[in-house]
């Protein structure tokens, strides 16, 4: 009968103790992580033709080798939190990988709503104004391309912009529209 009682005690004793370490496991809060992003941006860059200057159209326009673009996010207080400038190959192509992109809210920092791409530079001296097409000049939003890379320890969501087109600097006005 005393070893009931003594149990009973001891029980007794104990279970507050053990009520409050769940509570206080249950209140804890995590610990916040940065989430690391394998986001990849594509597209083109064209010398849009003189016959279409002013528009948006890439009738007849010419992949743009060498170009530079640039991707810019910023988080959801506006602040820039990824910049870097890519250059597309000899079709005009480019494949930005960026590295170390994070988003600290998995929703207002997604690279959907966070991320632009840019015209910066062309390397063709008879086409190297700026033009607006798809928003080269403002900032062209991504559009999720529903494509996912995988390769050996490696995956990447992949997500397109533009295509984008810098204009002829000298245009015949016989020959625009």
């Not at 992109?101 to 015209?119: A, E, G, N």
Request: one cysteine or more; proline letters at 6%.
């Amino acid at each position: 009968m005393a070893n009931n009682k003594l149990i009973t005690i001891v029980f007794i004793l104990l279970l507050p103790l053990a009520f409050l370490a769940a509570a206080t496991s249950a209140h804890e809060v995590p610990v916040k992580q940065d989430k690391t992003a394998t986001v990849v941006v594509e597209g083109k860059v064209y010398c849009q033709s003189c016959k279409y200057f002013g528009s948006w159209s890439l009738t007849d326009a010419e992949p743009l080798p060498t170009a530079k673009v640039s991707v810019i996010c910023k988080n959801h207080k506006k602040r820039v939190s990824y910049y870097n400038v890519f250059e597309t190959d000899k079709n005009g192509y480019f494949y930005a990988e960026l590295k170390d992109f994070k988003m600290t809210h998995y929703l207002l920092d997604h690279p959907l709503h966070s991320c632009h791409v840019k015209l910066v530079s062309s390397p063709s001296e008879s086409c190297n104004l700026l033009s607006n097409v798809n928003n080269g000049i403002n900032g062209s939003p991504l559009r999720f391309e529903n494509k996912v890379l995988f390769g050996q320890n490696y995956e990447a969501v992949v997500y397109g912009s533009g295509p984008l087109a810098f204009r002829p600097t000298n245009c015949d006005p016989e020959v625009t529209h």
